[in-house]
C-alpha cells in the first residue's frame, strides 16, 4: 500500500491527537480541510485508519497491578490454541493477548486490582484449565507505549 507525503502527514497528525477536528488537521499540514477529510476518508477506506482508542488510566479504575503472563499449551492443536484464545481474551481482567511462536504460545497482559488478584487469576483461572501446561508470570514496573508510528517508506 503506497502512502504519500500528505497521507503519512496527515496519519502523523491523527495519531498524535485523534479527537483533532478535520479543520485542524488541515491546518497542520497545509491543505484544504476539504482536502484533509477527502483524505482521511480514503485512509479509512483503505483500511489504513482502523478506528481511534481511548486511553484509561488503570490505577484510577482499580486497576493498578499490571503482568505479563506466558502461557504454554499442550497439546498445541488449533482447537486448543483458538479455544483458549478465545476464552481469556473474553476475561475482564484482560487488556491484551499475543499470540507467538517460540517457547510460549501467548502472552497475556492483564491488569488486576493488587497482588492477591493476580495470584487468583492464574491460580484459580489459568492453571485450573487442562490444556495449560506451563505459567510464567512477570510484574509490569512501567508500561510505556509509544503513540505514533510512521508508515514504511515505500518506493514511488
Known amino acids: 500500500m503506497i502512502?504519500?507525503?500528505?497521507?503519512?502527514a496527515i496519519l502523523a497528525e491523527l495519531q498524535s491527537d485523534a479527537r483533532r477536528?478535520?479543520?485542524d488537521?488541515?491546518?497542520?499540514?497545509?491543505?484544504?480541510?476539504?482536502?484533509?477529510?477527502?483524505?482521511?476518508r480514503a485512509l479509512r477506506d483503505r483500511g489504513?485508519?482502523?478506528?481511534?482508542?481511548?486511553?484509561v488510566n488503570l490505577a484510577a479504575i482499580g486497576r493498578p497491578v499490571q503482568a505479563m503472563i506466558a502461557v504454554r499449551i499442550r497439546p498445541p492443536s488449533r482447537h486448543n490454541i483458538?479455544?483458549?484464545?478465545n476464552w481469556v481474551s473474553s476475561l475482564p481482567?484482560?487488556?491484551g493477548v499475543f499470540v507467538t511462536s517460540g517457547t510460549e504460545d501467548f502472552l497475556i497482559h492483564v491488569a488486576v486490582a493488587d497482588n492477591d488478584s493476580l495470584y487468583a487469576f492464574v491460580i484459580d483461572k489459568?492453571?485450573?484449565r487442562a490444556e495449560i501446561a506451563d505459567v510464567r508470570t512477570s510484574i509490569v514496573?512501567?508500561?510505556?507505549?509509544k503513540r505514533e508510528i510512521t508508515p514504511v517508506a515505500t518506493g514511488t
Not at 489504513?48 to 486511553?55: K, P
Not at 483458538?82 to 484464545?85: A, D, G, I, N
Open 48 to 55: 489504513v485508519i482502523t478506528g481511534a482508542s481511548l486511553d
Open 141 to 145: 514496573y512501567e508500561h510505556l507505549r
Open 25 to 40: 488537521v488541515a491546518a497542520a499540514v497545509g491543505v484544504s480541510p476539504t482536502t484533509a477529510l477527502d483524505r482521511t
Open 82 to 85: 483458538e479455544t483458549f484464545r
Open 126 to 128: 489459568l492453571t485450573e
Open 93 to 95: 481482567d484482560t487488556l
Open 3 to 8: 502512502l504519500d507525503a500528505l497521507d503519512t
Open 21 to 23: 477536528s478535520n479543520r
